[in-house]
């Protein structure tokens, strides 16, 4: 059972440089979500969609871009990293309002 | 707005204590509650959930989460820790109208003692 993967699992980018984490999953899920995690902070919702093709600003969208071109796929891009960027990614997803599934997360420093 | 806030950044308990995380949310309508649990480097998984059916919830490992509107709060508790509950616990809220989508507390590392 594969559920949800995220890849790479760690990466250290350059301050300007652009990335895309990868995320798929494999239990035909509409809604799909990309979190960062920041110590003591939680997590904070970047982007979601709730199916192919749409996709949604959440609370902490800046500096980032996502696109949902498939049921499985739901890339996130990084444009012009910072080092405000560094975080635990992760990528999630569930039916409407059943249980969100998580990834195990991207490890991302920028330096 | 959805909040949640879990009183307590860090609980330590010892083997065989009681185990009480407190989490108390902010929503305008009757909402669903998670109880998520992320050991080191790893993902979250999902430890209970309450989506407005019994007002107690039990998950998994032995814990349990009781609903209390009056309170608007979302306590998780075990009767009697173990070593391999020490993890990071998350509270997280959402509406029906939001799309699934999470609003999630600061978190409460649980440490346990022997």
């Known amino acids: 059972n594969a559920g949800v993967t995220q890849t790479p699992k760690f990466r250290i980018l350059k301050i300007g440089q652009s990335m895309t984490l990868q995320c798929t999953q494999d239990?035909?899920?509409?809604?799909m979500y990309w979190y960062r995690q920041d110590p003591g902070m939680g997590l904070k919702l970047i982007y979601y969609?709730?199916?192919?093709?749409?996709?949604d600003k959440g609370e902490v969208p800046n500096g980032y871009n996502v696109s949902r071109s498939t049921t499985e796929d739901f890339p996130l891009r990084l444009e012009l990293a910072a080092p405000s960027q560094t975080s635990v990614y992760f990528c999630?997803?569930?039916?409407?309002?059943?249980?969100?599934?998580f990834g195990e997360g991207s490890w991302l420093t920028v330096v | 707005a959805q909040s949640v806030t879990q009183l307590g950044s860090h609980v330590s308990v010892s083997e065989g204590a009681l185990v009480l995380l407190r989490c108390n949310y902010s929503s305008s309508v009757p909402p669903y509650l998670f109880w998520y649990v992320q050991y080191p480097n790893q993902g979250l998984q999902l430890l209970l959930k309450?989506?407005?059916?019994?007002?107690l919830v039990k998950g998994i490992n032995g814990f349990e989460a009781e609903f209390k509107k009056s309170e608007t709060s979302f306590h998780l508790t075990k009767p009697s820790a173990h070593m391999s509950d020490a993890a990071e616990y998350f509270c997280a809220v959402s509406e029906a109208n939001q799309g699934g989508k999470l609003i999630f507390g600061q978190g409460t590392e649980l440490s346990v003692k022997p």
């Open positions: 969609s709730v199916g192919a093709g749409i996709t």
């Open positions: 239990m035909n899920h509409n809604y």
């Open positions: 309450y989506t407005s059916a019994a007002t």
């Open positions: 999630a997803s569930s039916y409407v309002q059943d249980t969100i599934y």
